[in-house]
């Protein structure tokens, strides 16, 4: 499917009421990591949530739809190969693998769960 990375325009909302074309779930427990993504892709018009492990993502999934997830690798509870591997089993989300752990197993273990890409932390974010 096409992403679109700008607000829907089909629509007559104002500028407070904007439809979001694209929606990203971000996962990750560094809460400056997380707000630097959402701020970085709000200015994209791309709509961004932050949540901290587990649990809340899968809260998220259930409550909305998302286009992407960008999920941390080191989390609080249940890890993101974890989450990697049951994303993957019950959806065909994109998946972005952001972590710190940089060793050539961890990409290929979390690109062989699923994820769509792995960037390394850290990151600038136009990466």
């Known amino acids: 499917r096409t992403m679109q990375a700008f607000p829907d ?6 500028s407070t009421e904007q439809r979001w074309a ?3 779930l971000i996962v ?3 809460v400056a990591i997380r707000e630097l993504l959402c701020d970085y892709l709000t200015r994209f018009n791309i709509q961004a949530q932050g949540v901290t ?4 993502m899968r809260q998220a999934l259930s409550d909305q739809t998302f286009d992407v997830v960008v999920l941390d690798l080191m989390l609080p509870g249940e890890d ?4 990697c591997r049951w994303l993957r089993s019950t959806s065909d989300i994109p998946i972005l693998m952001l972590t710190a752990r940089c060793e050539p197993t961890d990409r290929i273990i979390g690109l062989e769960l699923g994820a769509d890409d792995y960037m ?8």
Do not use: C, M, W
Not at 9 to 14: A, G, K, P, Q, V
Not at 120 to 127: M, N, Y
């Open 28 to 30: 990750d427990d560094d």
């Open 80 to 83: 993101g190969l974890s989450l």
């Open 53 to 56: 492990d587990g649990a809340q």
């Open 9 to 14: 325009s089909t629509s007559e909302t104002s």
């Open 120 to 127: 390394a932390k850290p990151f600038e974010p136009r990466e």
């Open 22 to 24: 694209v929606r990203a």
